[in-house]
């Protein structure tokens, strides 16, 4: 009862958050449009979250998911700017995303570097790629059918909120079925959980790393193509600092960075309640700093309620 | 020292004497050894509007002669820190003189003032300075921004009939150019006893990307409003497309801030209903000759004002908004000294 308990707090932390917000302005409940808003405000910050999630319970990190995400939007741009269908962009970022993965697996596995140090130099590396990729400016393209996934009202009115965040739902259940049964997912769980032990058990260390990265980068890739159907337009300079938003979306959702452990839905849930902490203090009208004062002591909280809880349990 | 800087500047003139006798033909002569060098700082890379301010500074590299520029903004958009450090460089590096558009208007006072000390003169474009202009920098080559957002307050009220409930979406806390918008416009909107503001002070961020959330999260607490300003380009960006998102793109009475490619053509197609411009390739020119007189002992007046219009559908065939907005804007003559 207690691992479920454990499991499911993260999603404790969404709903004091949002009876919280009840209570202090019962006039303004969230309606269907903000739900929307706030779902489709997930998206990106989800997706990515989806491949740190991957790397954390591996016992990585990785700061380059924005510039990565920025990268594969330029990508994606400049495929529908060229003549390619939105389906050639979408799988064209997510191939960029890929790549940008590789290059950090392949930089921390083969010359041994700190995930922290090796994916803090490609952060750079894929920011200056991107702007050099789209001449330093935005990449104006249309993103055709893809601009239909991130519509705040959907075309079809049963799907109630943005395609986008159906298709975050679908790479979630994925993700989270990755992880719990294949073997690539109960490999990168014992690396996280004690490497050393993983290698004696024969598990091949450096190959899953770099499928971990890939992994993470291909998530990435996904989020540049859905900000580039944002904003209809591939942004060298978009996603900046999305890396640390990404983290406390899983951190939130019960992740330690020390690995082994961690939960898609969890970093899910950290998503949503990041989208709807901005939505609300909007519509309360509070300042930015306010708001930023609010975000950064939820995470603190979250993460302190968790620690806390587990070490009741432990004892 | 005289010697080796002796030895240094024959040395330069040697390596250009050797360059222009490279058969290639098309080699463009070497900037001679005396020639100044200006270095140009925008508040970033990106944006449309910092590109334009290029074309004009490289359009007086060209025209004025014996000036060498060198553009070169902070690695990341609206990175103080990065401007700050990006101008004690330039300062060690011995430049001639800075064009600079501050992101801040305190934080890059220190910079400056140490600029002036290493007797580094310091023109200031676009966005002003916390210090005095003649005294602590040259001269402050900018656009009217109070004025520039007057004008859209104006025409807005106008658009609206003068009924209604208005939308400020500002752009970033500290950045002075667009805060003096936002006053200009606040100014002259509450001219008109029937609108009502709603301004609840939130910020757009600083990419097109931050914009569009906040304007999304802004029109869900505010669906009922008529009219919209916001106070640049990635800010009207942002909230052309959140409009956009919820239908009400050209059925809100729309004023934004700047142009580019996908604001001229929602513009065109009626999304935006008048465009606040300013004349950044003029900006670019003028900062760089203003720099450039200094050094060469013309007096430089401590305030240059580079002009802003109002563009609106119809006047989109003008020959003054061809002159601002087309791609051959770039190419367009520049008055003389003005």
Same mark, same amino acid.
């Given at each position: ?42 998206? @990106? ?145 014992? @690396? ?12 091949? @260390? ?86 930023? @004062? ?22 | 020292?005289?010697?080796? &800087? ?174 003096? $918008? ?65 239908? &009400? ?32 390739? $003029? &900006? ?44 051959? &804007? ?9």
């Amino acid at each position: 009862v207690s691992a479920w308990l454990t499991r499911l707090s993260p999603l404790v932390g969404l709903c004091a958050a949002v009876v919280l917000f009840l209570v202090i302005a019962p006039d303004r409940p969230p309606g269907l449009m903000d739900l929307r808003i706030i779902a489709l405000h997930t998206v @990106i910050v989800g997706t990515a979250a989806l491949g740190m999630t991957v790397v954390i319970v591996c016992g990585g990190i990785d700061l380059s998911v924005g510039s990565a995400a920025a990268l594969a939007s330029v990508v994606a741009a400049k495929v529908a700017k060229g003549g390619g269908s939105p389906g050639e962009a979408l799988l064209a970022a997510v191939a960029a995303g890929g790549l940008c993965g590789l290059y950090n697996g392949v930089l921390i596995t083969g010359l041994r570097l700190p995930p922290f140090i090796a994916t803090l130099g490609t952060l750079g590396f894929f920011r200056g790629a991107a702007k050099w990729l789209s001449d330093k400016g935005p990449v104006s393209a249309s993103p055709g059918w893809m601009e239909g996934w991130v519509q705040l009202v959907p075309a079809k009115a049963w799907m109630v909120v943005a395609p986008a965040v159906w298709v975050l739902a679908g790479l979630s259940l994925l993700t989270s079925a990755m992880l719990h049964w294949t073997v690539f997912g109960r490999r990168l769980t014992a @690396i996280g959980s004690n490497e050393e032990a993983a290698r004696r058990a024969g598990v091949p @260390i450096r190959r899953t790393k770099v499928f971990v990265y890939i992994a993470g980068g291909l998530f990435a890739g996904m989020a540049g193509a859905i900000l580039f159907a944002r904003l209809t337009q591939g942004d060298p300079t978009a996603a900046a600092g999305l890396e640390l938003e990404v983290i406390a979306a899983v951190v939130i959702g019960g992740a330690s960075l020390s690995g082994g452990t961690g939960s898609v839905a969890g970093a899910c849930a950290g998503a949503v309640l990041m989208a709807f902490l901005k939505n609300r203090c909007t519509v309360l009208g509070w300042e930015n700093y306010i708001q930023e @004062i609010v975000v950064g002591h939820i995470i603190i909280a979250a993460v302190a309620l968790d620690r806390w809880r587990r070490m009741r349990g432990a004892a | 020292v005289r010697y080796l &800087m002796l030895a240094v500047m024959g040395l330069a003139l040697g390596l250009g004497g050797c360059e222009e006798k490279t058969p290639t033909g098309n080699v463009v002569p070497p900037p001679a050894a005396n020639s100044l060098r200006i270095a140009v700082v925008p508040k970033g890379t990106t944006h449309d509007f910092w590109k334009s301010v290029e074309a004009g500074a490289r359009k007086a590299e060209a025209e004025l002669g014996g000036v060498v520029v060198t553009y070169r903004g902070p690695e990341k958009e609206d990175d103080r820190e990065q401007q700050v450090s990006l101008v004690q460089n330039l300062i060690a590096g011995k430049y001639d003189a800075i064009v600079l558009a501050p992101l801040d208007d305190t934080a890059l006072v220190g910079p400056v003032r140490q600029a002036g000390a290493a007797k580094i003169p310091v023109v200031i474009i676009d966005s002003g300075l916390e210090a005095k202009a003649g005294e602590d920098y040259v001269s402050f080559v900018a656009t009217d921004n109070e004025e520039g957002g007057r004008l859209a307050g104006k025409k807005l009220g106008e658009l609206m009939d003068g009924k209604g409930k208005v939308l400020l979406l500002r752009y970033q806390e500290g950045s002075a150019s667009t805060a003096l $918008r936002e006053k200009g416009f606040l100014e002259a909107i509450a001219k008109f006893e029937g609108i009502t503001v709603v301004d609840p002070k939130r910020y757009a961020g600083p990419t097109r990307g931050t914009a569009q959330e906040a304007a999304e999260n802004l029109l869900s607490a505010n669906g009922d409003i008529a009219g919209v300003f916001c106070p640049n380009e990635s800010s009207t960006f942002g909230m052309l497309l959140a409009l956009r998102g919820r239908g &009400m793109a050209g059925k809100v009475k729309f004023v934004g801030f700047d142009a580019s490619e996908g604001l001229v053509e929602a513009l065109r197609s009626g999304q935006i209903d008048a465009l606040t411009v300013q004349n950044p390739v $003029r &900006m670019g020119y003028l900062g760089v000759k203003a720099a450039v007189d200094h050094l060469r002992g013309k007096t430089v007046e401590p305030r240059v004002d580079t002009g802003v219009g109002l563009i609106t559908r119809e006047s989109l065939s003008s020959p003054e908004a061809k002159e601002l907005l087309s791609p051959e &804007m770039l190419k367009a003559p520049l008055p003389e000294g003005s």
